[in-house]
């Protein structure tokens, strides 16, 4: 299985800030990574496919970067309502694989 | 846009079969990839397994022994069926849709439906 690994785990920043999250896959996995917010008893939401490809309707706020083996979630400018977890997922390999989450809080 | 819906029992007992249904509506399930997820409280995500329409199947490993699943294109539903759980197995289980790519991750999610097993 292709182990997918974030850091931080958590994070707390202020409205504004730009906030990055990573995540390392332990093989290479392509283009095939995927981000996810998921807000306290909601369904995950798909924000970013294919590395980098926003999701429509997703704000352009949000972009995800990377290559091989590392990915990078960013937030230009935080806003109170982006306050969620974030999961990576791999999409190169069966079985499909999240990374842990990151609890993201606003300051 | 297509809609899912999960639907079954909340309760399963101790070594019984938990089976769950996804309703696809807004659209056809034909032509599609579909994927089951679970997250226990306080959890991560963990991917079950994904059926496309044609009913070619792939799981994962780690539940491969235990899990089925179907699809009924006159129904536009698929289903789930994971035989002798336990505790462990208690969740809350999302239905969701992989569009006709399925390397891109899932774009559409079911509510979720809690599942606990419990006798």
């Known amino acids: 299985d292709i182990q997918m690994t974030q850091s931080p785990s958590s994070v707390s920043a202020s409205v504004g800030d730009r906030v990055t999250i990573t995540c390392r896959a332990s093989?290479?996995?392509?283009?095939?990574l995927a981000w996810y917010q998921q807000k306290p008893g909601k369904a995950p939401k798909r924000l970013i496919y294919a590395i980098s490809s926003l999701q429509s309707g997703v704000p352009s706020r949000f972009s995800g970067s990377g290559s091989g083996t590392d990915f990078t979630l960013t937030i230009s400018s935080l806003q109170p309502e982006d306050s969620a977890t974030y999961y990576c997922?791999?999409?190169?390999?069966?079985?499909?694989?999240f990374g842990q989450g990151t609890k993201l809080e606003i300051k | 846009q297509v809609q899912l819906q999960e639907s079954g029992p909340g309760l399963v007992k101790p070594s019984e079969t938990l089976s769950l249904t996804c309703t696809v509506s807004g659209g056809s399930i034909s032509s599609y990839y579909w994927s089951w997820i679970r997250q226990p409280a306080g959890k991560g995500l963990e991917w079950i397994g994904r059926i496309n329409t044609s009913g070619g199947t792939n799981y994962s490993p780690s539940l491969r022994s235990r899990v089925t699943m179907s699809v009924d294109t006159s129904k536009n539903q698929f289903s789930l069926k994971l035989s002798s759980v336990t505790a462990a197995d208690t969740a809350v289980y999302y239905c969701a849709s992989h569009g006709g790519t399925p390397w891109y991750g899932m774009d559409v999610w079911g509510q979720g439906t809690t599942v606990t097993v419990s006798s």
């Open positions: 997922q791999q999409a190169n390999s069966f079985p499909y694989t």
């Open positions: 093989q290479g996995i392509s283009t095939w």
